[in-house]
Nanobody
Framework: QVQLVESGGGLVQAGGSLSLSCAAS????????MGWYRQAPEKQRELVAV???????NYADSVKGRLTISRDNAMKTVDLQMNSLAPEDTAVYYC???????????????WGQGIQVTVSS
């Protein structure tokens, strides 16, 4: 059983900072891309940032310069440092990763349960 466990998040005033962390646990053989998506009320889930195993990063235009994604391959974790937060960043943030579990030869995409980030104006 593979799990992505998120931590961090919470409530912050506009202009403040928060950090999110996600750890892959369970029967994890290999971790490929890791990243974060978010879903605001009544909106579709959208990409925030993803990082490949080799460190190639892709950010949504709306977060460039404010959010920083990083990962630790040995620990199987991905972090998201969020600075200069604005009310429009309010959403449930989901960790996601492509993982090859156990003895499988196949890759699967896993999602965390989501963690709330609220930015007050």
């Amino acid at each position: 059983q593979v799990q992505l466990v998120e931590s961090g998040g919470g409530l912050v005033q506009a202009g403040g900072s928060l950090s999110l962390s996600c750890a892959a646990s369970g029967s994890v053989s290999t971790v490929n891309t890791m990243g974060w998506y978010r879903q605001a009320p009544e909106k579709q889930r959208e990409l925030v940032a993803v990082i490949s195993r080799s460190g190639v990063i892709n950010y949504a235009d709306s977060v460039k310069g404010r959010l920083t994604i990083s990962r630790d391959n040995a620990m199987k974790t991905v972090d998201l440092q969020m600075n200069s937060l604005a009310p429009e960043d309010t959403a449930v943030y989901y960790c996601t990763s492509e993982i090859r579990p156990g003895d499988s030869v196949s890759w699967f995409r896993y999602w965390g349960q989501g963690i709330q980030v609220t930015v007050s104006s």
